[in-house]
């Protein structure tokens, strides 16, 4: 809902640096997705339902060693973020004329700065905005039922 970096951005680092970080970022190789969820639920943080249903849908990558990796090729991953780090929301948002239903979560950072981009473009079209309650990053996983109805009557109030 905002930029990546930048002014009022999710990380306060520079294009270069996220470029950087993310060529020479470690893939960690495990020899089966179970010593992977065993690792992750050692050492991540507080393992709770929010993770085991993004376990559930993780994506496994082979590595060149007969190991696996839950994160993707850095090389695939430089890509996108040269075009994450490219995108301005605020002005993406100004070419918007379809109904928007906005629905941030409770439990990410920064939820004030996301809010306030909200409030300056929602002018432009038709939208409506609903905190998740008790939600991380993955709304859709952490609260499926509430994220479900408020799509549903979003869709009914539009329509």
């Known amino acids: 809902m905002i930029d990546y970096i930048g002014e009022n951005g999710e990380h306060d680092l520079s ?6 970080n993310t060529r020479n970022r470690e893939r960690t190789g495990y020899d089966s997705k179970e010593q992977f969820a065993s690792h992750a639920k050692e050492t991540w943080t507080k393992w709770d339902p929010y993770y085991e249903k993004w376990f559930e849908h993780v994506s496994i990558y082979p590595l ?7 994160r993707i ?4 991953n430089v890509q996108i973020m040269e075009t994450v780090c490219d995108l ?5 948002y ?3 004329t379809c109904p928007v239903l906005f629905l941030p979560a409770a439990d990410e950072p920064k939820l004030d700065v996301k809010l306030s981009l909200i409030g300056r473009v929602r002018d432009n079209f038709t939208s409506k905005v609903v905190i998740i309650p008790h939600s ?7 609260q499926p039922h ?10 009914k109030e539009i329509c």
Request: charged share 30%; no cysteine.
């Open 15 to 20: 294009r270069e640096e996220v470029l950087t």
């Open 64 to 70: 060149e060693n007969g190991q696996i990796t839950y």
């Open 73 to 76: 090729p850095n090389d695939i």
């Open 88 to 92: 301005h929301d605020e002005e993406a």
């Open 94 to 96: 100004q070419q918007i």
């Open 136 to 142: 991380k990053h993955l709304m859709p996983i952490d």
């Open 146 to 155: 509430f994220a479900s109805k408020e799509i549903l009557t979003f869709l």
